[in-house]
């Protein structure tokens, strides 16, 4: 085993928005020994999971896969990417597939091996196991996953842990392409795999997940070093003006998670409650003293997403004062009317409201609800099976916001400014019908690796 | 007793997704001791939390004073998963303003 392996982390969402060129090119002068990202991420919602699309432009992912590529090729070590292309689904893992044999064209790059890891799952393979009595436990309240929910699921991917990673590496991979992936594990597989303690691993692929995040001041897409050792992780910034503290350090752990004490992977819980920061130098901290549990069976987590309708939008704008203090009345009136003619909402089509300037926002959530200002912007938002009823429905909706029938309004020509007689056409409305765990006799089960030399 | 808002004290007040189903929030202190002092107040904690943004206390699924980082921290259940038809925020991310104007009794 080597006394220490560090990983250059350029990026918390590999195409999101473009690596910054400067502070990667300062991280790989100090040549690392693998170069990692993930590039997915259920923050962007379930749309492009359901939809199998990505939400990140082409141009910006080939950039960022192409700085990776062609310093991990220069410097001769790993380059890992997990979650690929926003989704993780097997058409992202291809797409990243097909950008690095073009670049390794390209550049005339000598030949390497190109392993990808497909985590995809189809419905008909959790409906078997959940006929066979596998309880595939909720997360986060959910009750346990039903036939009836599975069946409104259109896609679902597997969020895979170290060890498909490992296997790929053991395959003699230069470049791995991982489906769905947890974000620590794709930085935890390489370390795991040299010998350093799975607890030093999973820490340092949870300091590193989100790039520069763990750094102050706040920057975005800026590249840190994380370097492991069998006992502590230390993690650096590379970016000029930016450092790894122990404040920002200790508040990057909690960071997009409800619990700060515990990071829980398939597998078993990175246990970060007795951790200890210290300072090491101005732009490096270093962190001792956590664990890792085993969990007593092997599980993964699921992520499926269902088509709910097609979606139309329109904008509505309200200055007249009176008619904002009775904006809820004005809702209510052209609710009715959609009512009249489409019934209450369920099956058929369900309309929002977003009452921007009041809650629009926060909703129920809004403290200060009874102080609406002194314009409001409405967004109607209508959602049906076919989009031609969500456009009648939400044309319905917005143009009896003009008609409301309020007892004392004195602008009797109207009661709502639209900036367009028009409705829109948004993107699918789609909704995560699973957030689950799975239990698995054996971590390949759901997923397929292949390993292929490019380039030469 | 005199009070200050929470906006003054804390160094960072932020909210995000913790996963698909729940809000995550972190207010975090530039000290320790407007940590202690903000923690021994009484002030910020899950009853409070839950007053402020009209939540029942069930649908707090978390609230933790982490000492490493100088924060406290509780989460929220969303009424439906984020992203779904009828979402105002998916990234969870502009849901803390109401905490700023939260008053701290600082002593008399």
Known sequence: MPDRLSILSPTGHLGFTPIERGSFEIGVGRRPDAIVADSGSCDIGPQPLGSDEHCSPEEWQRHDLELMLLAARQLGVPMIVGSASDTGTDRGVNQYADIIRGLARRHRLAPFKLSTICSQVSREEVARRLEDGVRIEGLDGRPPLTKETLARTDRLVAVMGVAPIIRALDEGADVVIAGRSSDSCIFAAPAIRAGFPEAAAYYLGKVLECASFAAEPFMGKESIIGTVTPDAVSVTAMHPGQRCTVASVASHAMYERANPFFEHVAGGALDMTHCRYEQVDERTTRVTGFAFRRDPVYRIKLEGAGKVGERAVAIAGIRDPYTIRHIDAVIDWARSKVEERWGPPGERYQLYYHVYGRDGVMGPWEPQRAFPAHELCLVVEAIAPRFEDAEVVCALGTRNLFYARLPEVKGTAGTAALMMDEVLRGKAGYEWTLNHVLPLADPFELVTIKTEVVGG | ?108
């Not at chain 2, 007793?1 to 929030?25: C, H, Y």
């Not at chain 2, 009853?47 to 000492?67: M, Q």
Request: aromatic fraction near 10%; proline fraction near 8%; charge should be neutral.
């Open chain 2, 1 to 108: 007793m005199t009070t200050k808002p929470l906006v003054e004290l804390a160094k960072t007040i932020r909210s995000k997704n913790a996963g698909v189903d729940q809000i995550t929030f972190d207010v975090i202190f530039p000290d320790r001791e407007s940590y202690e002092l903000v923690k021994r107040s009484g002030a910020l904690t899950a009853e409070t939390v839950a007053r402020l943004y009209a939540v029942p206390r069930e649908r707090l699924t978390a609230f933790v004073e982490y000492d490493p980082a100088l924060a406290i921290k509780f989460t929220i259940r969303r009424e439906r998963p984020s992203g779904s038809p009828g979402e105002r925020d998916v990234f969870g991310a502009q849901q803390y303003a109401p905490l700023f104007d939260l008053p701290i009794p600082v002593g008399s």
